[in-house]
């Protein structure tokens, strides 16, 4: 619905999209949608909603946020249905329902409230790094924090760089979904415990030292700064991929200290130390 915002119709029911490849009209409701993830058995379904973009006028906000939980309502009655039926795949597919309000902390606030009383198995946070600044992300997830179940995960939609996860995890969010990593690192941005690296720089041309010296992912292990470079520059995809490895296993690997961190108390150091260092570009 976000990305295809020009070939769209949004109505009560559901929305009405002509597809970008051949003008197909193509319809979308909360019942389509959970008809789908049910088929795809995923662990977690998420709830159909719009995602306003921003700036977005309060008034418009404010009436796609009641038509989201209405929407939210009725994903609630599908999935209960599907999950009757004898062919379901995955009984035990999980709901998360998705908070929206735009950038307005009241709108926020309100939807946040009246999700959390339909006892769902998760809440997210949609809508945001979609074109504000990241300070006025970071305030929208202080404000609704507090108003999302204390004992349901959270979630933080299409976020987001190093930085953006450490900030986030510090006012409680604990999942994110991000196509950063690997679509950044196939145009040569490379994330590092040092910062953010990019590879096309020509002081990298004979640079033989590995992405990131403080990495042990097998990219690091077995090839150089100076050999990946050349494999972008060339256009080869073994570059690509190589890049794309890497940043993965740093996000991964971030993710498991940053948990490390929190179970054995020092998170606090943790943060206070990389939320410098991981943005910065070397």
């Given amino acids: 619905m ?37 088929n795809l058995g995923s662990t ?21 946020v009641q038509r989201t939980t209405r929407w939210l309502k009725r994903c609630i009655t599908e999935m209960d249905r599907l999950k009757s039926l004898d062919g379901t795949l995955n009984k035990q ?11 307005f902390r009241d709108l926020r606030i309100e939807h946040m409230k009246e999700i959390a009383d339909l006892n769902l198995d998760g809440y997210a946070i949609g809508g945001l790094a979609v074109g504000e600044p990241a300070e006025t992300m970071y305030e929208i997830i202080e404000a609704v924090e507090p108003f999302a179940p204390k004992d349901k995960t959270r979630y933080l939609m299409g976020v987001g760089t190093p930085v ?17 990593p690997s679509r950044n690192a196939r145009h040569g941005q490379l994330f590092t415990w040092d910062g ?11 640079d033989e030292s590995p992405i990131d010296e403080h990495c042990d992912c097998p990219v690091c292990k077995s090839f150089s700064r100076a050999y990946i470079r050349h ?3 060339s256009g080869e995809m073994l ?22 961190k929190l179970d054995n108390g020092t998170f606090a150091e943790f943060y206070e130390k990389y939320r410098n260092i991981l943005g910065v570009r070397i």
């Fill in 2 to 38: 976000f990305s295809l915002a020009k070939l769209r119709n949004i109505k009560e029911e559901g929305v009405y999209f002509n597809s970008h490849i051949d003008g197909r009209k193509i319809f979308m409701g909360p019942e389509e949608s959970m008809r789908i993830q049910s």
């Fill in 44 to 64: 977690i379904a998420m709830a159909f909603d719009e995602c306003v973009e921003n700036p977005s006028p309060y008034e418009y906000t404010r009436d796609s």
């Fill in 93 to 103: 597919q999980m709901l998360f329902a998705i908070n929206q309000g735009g950038i």
């Fill in 164 to 180: 953006n996860i450490l900030e986030s995890v510090a006012r409680g969010v604990d999942l994110f979904d991000c196509v950063m």
């Fill in 196 to 206: 953010v690296r990019n590879l096309n720089n020509a002081k990298y041309e004979t």
């Fill in 231 to 233: 494999l972008l520059k």
């Fill in 239 to 260: 570059g690509m991929r190589l890049a794309v490895l890497h940043n993965l296993y740093f996000y991964n690997n971030l993710m498991e200290v940053i948990r490390e």
